[in-house]
């Protein structure tokens, strides 16, 4: 059976604002959407307010039916009435138990943030800055039992800048992501895709991302330092410690010649803060104070002293 788009019936599962551009794609072309899955709203900011998920945000504007249930195991049920074509699940969050899979004619796809098998896992983008790849993009994968294991129908490549951050390389990705739906759904609705089983010898993991990651260890390389700045921008930003108790979030930093003991300031003024690490030098250009604003050095250094400290990991 070959399906338009318009005449088909395409269910949704995705929480972040990371999945909004494709469920919006997903609308667009027509097709109907019979269901949105999303996480159950979550305590967030200083407040710890219950938030609706940025995908049941649109979903409510676009007035499309919604479900958030805690887990997809019994005794969850799938929906009542006619079964979907197809499921898109983007960063949902949950694991789809077999009969979820096997709910849609057509199955699952997925649109995941990496050119699989590398980067399987919770946190492909993060971790591909933090290794300091030159390249990722998006896979639409049919989904299987696995973790990010089923055969690719799609990629999309892109490179990542040599500045670029998580959060830049991020919305990015989304927008690659729904121009991948796009391009991917003829042929899933019309059965004529073929997808590519992936090679599970070259596969990697990205693990989610832990806070306690972000604290900046002075033995560590400069250009390693510099990688974990931008991949952990906007979150969970990495950290570094005065001896004398300071802390300071740091948003830009770059890699430059020089050698002193891990930790020690060897320069601070206009250009930023030098710090001596395991390999070169860390320049930190924009920071935070604890309770203060983002700012450039220069401006920390004219109301705070760094004179006589150094950084410990």
Known sequence: ?????????????????????????????????????????????????????PVKEVALELGLPLAQPQTLRPPTELPSGERPDLMVVIAYGLLLPRKWLDWPRRGCINLHASLLPRWRGAAPIQRAVLTGDTETGISV??????????????????????????????????????????????????????????????????PKIAKSEALL??????????????????????????????????????????????????????????VATGDGVLRLRRIQPPSGRVMDAEAYLAAHSVAGVAFVA
């Open 1 to 53: 059976m070959h399906l338009r788009h318009a005449e088909a019936r395409i269910a949704f599962a995705g929480t972040p604002t990371f999945a909004v551009p494709a469920l919006k794609a997903l609308v667009a072309t027509g097709a109907g959407v019979p269901l949105v899955l999303t996480q159950p709203d979550r305590p967030a900011g200083r407040g710890r307010r219950l938030t609706a998920s």
């Open 141 to 206: 994968m049919q989904m299987d039992a696995g973790l990010d294991t089923g055969a690719v129908h799609l990629e999309r490549a892109t490179p990542i800048g040599a500045r670029e951050t998580a959060g830049e390389l991020h919305d990015r990705l989304a927008a690659l992501a729904a121009q991948a739906l796009l391009d991917v759904l003829p042929g899933v609705l019309g059965g004529t895709s073929a997808p590519v089983p992936q090679d599970d010898a070259r596969a990697t993991l990205a």
């Open 217 to 274: 260890d002075w033995r560590q390389p400069a250009v390693q330092l510099e990688r974990r700045v931008r991949a952990f921008d906007p979150w969970p930003v990495a950290e570094a410690r005065l001896d004398d108790g300071r802390r300071l979030r740091v948003f830009e930093a770059a890699a430059v010649a020089g050698s002193a003991a891990p930790g020690s300031i060897v320069a601070a003024g206009r250009a930023g803060i030098d």
